[in-house]
């Protein structure tokens, strides 16, 4: 499974990508993968203010529903409304063009809870079990 | 994935896990949910060619003079209607006629039938058979020594002949043939719960391991791919298909399913015929009809609410996006008032209503099935 190494992860699957204080989000590749077949995205609303580790959207493969969690606290600044049509963006694209919403962070130190490549791949090998969502 | 429980296990488990399927738990079996995705595989059996692990299902083996007659007084269905290598669809109803499990008859000889039953249901419908069992017939539970195997999608008939070449002719939709092979017997069912052509394969359950590797490789030149229970919980829910447990219960009937063709009322006796006649007679007030979402939505699920002017009317029983007609469909017992084609309603999903619309069944028709 690829785990890019220039972003942080959520137990509950959620990548952050950090440039300052502007935060893009999405799923992990792992996540896509035991998701796959994503049909619908229910997007956060723009400007909604956000804790971490609060459920802000819904992910929907044909089997099921799976809530999204924002893995840090901030203010949302945009969605990605290409998923609207094309949620299957999630899946070819997970890192990329599959991005969720983007956020600006408030408390930067929260980053030190969340886990570094390393910890994550770890993690969806099966070392700690942790991890509830997706 | 917290499975502690320890699952039930096909013969093809290993086989499952070293095709890379996503196992989970349906009714207390490991089975796979899904190999390469569900809609990829959805695609190959409306298209193409697919196989299904149905391994977990039962069969139950009856014989005798009046093993018949005592069918006859169990199921819905009129056995008398079966010619020797023939099935049909039917109930096995309580005294009040809720669904304790629907089922497949086949007539396997003059006097002897072969009953696939639903995996969840083995243990519940033998003891209610057996509890009713009178002397003259023989009742056996075999699911443990057969293993099963769906063969569906459009080029299934094509397989069979690479298979047995001119040994065999195809059974005929709603047959069975019993063939010996590879010293075995194996029972070979023209059915399915896809809506498209195919065979249902009972075999011994140590030959299940080789059928299934046959079957792949004889398969691919067909472009065959394996299958798991979200593809074909996605192909039954397009042809309106019950399952059992979500769409029929024991507090359900036949007729409020829609599914009296099923019923046999001429027969003179039969578990539950009072309650159907006595509900034939006053009118049912639900009744299981389709719904098609009109406008994109999230999927709907069972035990979502259903909507008409402003009451909440109803719960879907089930519900998906359609990978054939790419929109969310699903079932619900909808008060026979509202229960009609082109009838509006709305289906609430996270505390908001889509706009959905009653329609005919199936909701997919052109499954090579009813070629």
């Not at chain 2, 399952?243 to 039969?270: M, Q, R, W």
């Given at each position: 499974m690829n785990v890019p190494e220039d972003l942080q992860y959520a137990s509950t699957h959620e990548w952050l990508r950090l440039d300052g204080a502007d935060g893009t989000v999405g799923i992990s590749d792992h996540a896509q993968a035991e998701l796959t077949d994503v049909v619908y995205v229910e997007l956060p609303k723009t400007g909604a203010q956000v804790t971490a580790g609060q459920q802000v959207c819904v992910v929907e493969s044909v089997k099921a529903a799976s809530d999204i969690y924002s893995p840090i606290s901030g203010t949302i600044t945009a969605v990605n409304d290409a998923l609207t049509g094309n949620p299957a963006l999630i899946n070819t694209d997970p890192y990329g063009e599959g991005w969720i919403f983007k956020i600006k962070v408030e408390a930067g130190e929260e980053i030190e809870e969340l886990k570094s490549p390393v910890q994550y791949r770890e993690q969806i090998s099966g070392g700690s079990g942790e991890g509830e969502g997706v | 994935m917290s499975a502690h429980a320890v699952l039930k296990q096909t013969p093809l488990h290993d086989e499952h896990v070293r095709l890379g399927a996503k196992m989970v738990d349906f009714g207390g079996w490991s089975m796979p949910v899904q190999y390469s995705g569900i809609i990829d595989e959805h695609n190959a059996v409306r298209g193409g060619l697919g196989v299904f692990d149905i391994s977990h299902m039962g069969q139950f083996f009856t014989e005798g003079p009046d093993a018949l007659g005592w069918l006859n007084d169990l199921l819905t269905n009129n056995v008398e209607r079966l010619a020797v290598g023939e099935c049909q669809y039917t109930f096995l109803l309580n005294d009040s006629a809720g669904v304790i499990d629907d089922l497949i008859v086949y007539r396997i000889g003059d006097t002897s039938f072969l009953m696939v039953v639903n995996a969840a249901k083995i243990d519940e419908d033998f003891a209610w058979m057996r509890s009713h069992l009178r002397d003259g017939v023989e009742f056996h539970n075999r699911s443990d020594q057969f293993a099963g195997l769906a063969v569906q999608g459009p080029r299934s008939a094509q397989l069979f002949d690479a298979f047995f070449h001119e040994k065999f002719s195809r059974p005929a939709r709603n047959e069975i043939l019993t063939v010996a092979f590879d010293g075995q017997t194996y029972y070979i069912a023209r059915t399915g719960y896809t809506g498209e052509d195919g065979f249902e394969v009972f075999c011994p359950a140590k030959y299940a391991v080789k059928s299934w590797?046959?079957?792949?490789?004889?398969?691919?030149?067909?472009?065959?791919?394996?299958?798991?229970?979200?593809?074909?919980?996605?192909?039954?829910?397009?042809?309106?298909?019950?399952?059992?447990?979500?769409?029929?219960?024991?507090?359900?009937?036949?007729?409020?399913?829609?599914?009296?063709?099923?019923?046999?009322?001429?027969?003179?006796?039969?578990i539950g015929r009072e309650a159907l006649l006595r509900q034939k007679q006053e009118g049912v007030k639900r009744r299981l009809v389709p719904f098609k979402m009109t406008d994109t939505s999230p999927p709907p699920r069972s035990h979502y609410a259903v909507y008409k002017d402003n009451q909440k009317i109803a719960e879907t029983t089930s519900g998906t996006l359609s990978p054939t007609l790419k929109i969310g469909i699903g079932m619900a017992y909808i008060p026979t008032e509202f229960a009609r084609i082109n009838e509006q309603i709305e289906i609430e999903i996270r505390g908001k209503r889509f706009p959905a619309v009653i329609e005919k069944k199936p909701l997919h028709r052109a499954g090579s099935a009813s070629a």
């Open positions: - | 590797n046959d079957i792949l490789r004889k398969g691919a030149e067909f472009g065959i791919k394996p299958c798991g229970l979200g593809a074909r919980d996605t192909l039954r829910l397009e042809m309106c298909y019950p399952l059992n447990g979500s769409d029929l219960s024991p507090e359900t009937t036949p007729i409020e399913a829609g599914l009296s063709i099923f019923v046999d009322l001429h027969k003179p006796h039969f």
